[in-house]
């Protein structure tokens, strides 16, 4: 039976695992080795359609490896933990950089190149090359992020491991996401996207291009784009609220590297910062 197979039986059967089931146990981690070395994703972008392909019986995997291993105390230095997986370890080998105060999860993926200051990656996560997890940001479960991606000073990238379909968030290569802001629930950065400081994310959340005022396709901050918070009027039977959007205010030519200088120029034209 193929891999895929064999986890979709197993996970069909979940309640009746338990920790003492060795040979289901060396199956489901096997699984998260391959997801740990980057030979296997939780999802990808379909090149012919551009859309999220979620693989579900990686995320079945994922799932299952919970109920699969007990509680495991570790220590790392004067750190103790207690937790059903345990950290990735052998970072210099991988050429991944990382500061003091960060940590990833065992089943993520850090590309060479990759710099984790103070901040936290979980399972099933992936980080392409030469990307900055800056400090006291977070990758959420199974979220897909680019190459030379940059995610700023406390920045939340959410994760996503039930319902197995469910897609995880994606940030495209070259994408900068400015501190403290908030992407979750699936929801798409395009590649070169500039996404400036406290911005909330979500599918739901309306994406206005203020050049034309057009509402563009929800869930996705297009490529190339400089995208802020803002809000935009609506009428209920208690009164007129703002209610929160997304506004496109710039665009950047496709490849296009702005220095942070040129992007705080950028933004404080329109009340905003990285």
């Given at each position: 039976?193929?891999?895929?197979?064999?986890?979709?039986e197993?996970?069909?059967?979940?309640?009746?695992?338990?920790?003492?089931?060795?040979?289901?146990?060396?199956?489901?981690?096997s699984?998260?080795?391959?997801?740990?070395?980057?030979?296997?994703?939780?999802?990808?972008?379909?090149?012919?359609?551009?859309?999220?392909?979620?693989?579900?019986?990686v995320?079945q995997?994922?799932?299952?490896?919970?109920?699969?291993?007990?509680?495991?105390?570790?220590?790392?230095?004067?750190?103790?933990?207690?937790?059903?997986l345990?950290?990735?370890?052998?970072?210099?080998?991988?050429?991944?950089?990382?500061?003091?105060?960060?940590?990833?999860?065992?089943?993520?993926?850090?590309?060479?190149?990759?710099?984790?200051?103070?901040?936290?990656?979980?399972?099933?996560?992936?980080?392409?090359?030469?990307?900055?997890?800056?400090?006291?940001?977070?990758?959420?479960?199974?979220?897909?992020?680019?190459?030379?991606?940059?995610?700023?000073?406390g920045?939340?990238?959410?994760?996503?491991?039930?319902?197995?379909?469910?897609?995880?968030?994606?940030?495209?290569d070259?994408?900068?996401?400015?501190?403290?802001?908030?992407?979750?629930?699936?929801?798409?950065?395009?590649?070169?996207?500039?996404?400036?400081?406290?911005?909330?994310?979500?599918?739901?959340i309306?994406?206005?291009?203020?050049?034309?005022?057009?509402?563009?396709?929800?869930?996705?901050?297009?490529?190339?784009?400089?995208?802020?918070?803002?809000?935009?009027?609506?009428?209920?039977?208690?009164?007129?609220?703002?209610?929160?959007?997304?506004?496109?205010?710039?665009?950047?030519?496709?490849?296009?590297?702005?220095?942070?200088?040129?992007?705080?120029?950028?933004?404080?034209?329109?009340?905003?910062?990285?």
């Open positions: 039976m193929e891999a895929a197979d064999v986890i979709g197993l996970y069909e059967r979940r309640l009746s695992l338990s920790p003492e089931d060795v040979e289901a146990r060396k199956t489901v981690f699984v998260l080795e391959a997801l740990d070395q980057g030979t296997v994703r939780v999802a990808e972008i379909d090149p012919v359609l551009d859309e999220v392909v979620v693989h579900e019986w995320k995997a994922i799932l299952l490896s919970f109920r699969l291993r007990g509680l495991t105390r570790t220590e790392a230095g004067p750190f103790e933990f207690v937790d059903r345990p950290l990735k370890a052998d970072y210099q080998s991988k050429g991944v950089r990382v500061v003091p105060g960060a940590s990833a999860r065992f089943g993520s993926y850090l590309a060479p190149g990759v710099t984790l200051m103070p901040s936290y990656v979980n399972v099933g996560a992936y980080v392409g090359a030469d990307t900055m997890v800056d400090t006291w940001a977070t990758v959420g479960s199974c979220a897909q992020i680019g190459e030379r991606v940059h995610l700023s000073g920045v939340g990238i959410g994760g996503v491991l039930e319902p197995p379909q469910a897609a995880p968030v994606v940030v495209g070259e994408a900068f996401i400015g501190s403290r802001s908030m992407v979750v629930e699936g929801a798409r950065v395009g590649t070169g996207a500039v996404v400036g400081a406290g911005v909330i994310f979500t599918p739901s309306a994406i206005i291009d203020v050049a034309t005022g057009e509402e563009l396709p929800r869930g996705r901050i297009p490529d190339w784009s400089v995208a802020v918070a803002g809000t935009r009027q609506r009428d209920f039977k208690g009164g007129t609220y703002g209610l929160p959007a997304i506004l496109i205010i710039g665009r950047l030519e496709e490849g296009q590297r702005h220095q942070k200088t040129e992007l705080n120029a950028m933004l404080r034209d329109h009340g905003a910062t990285l």
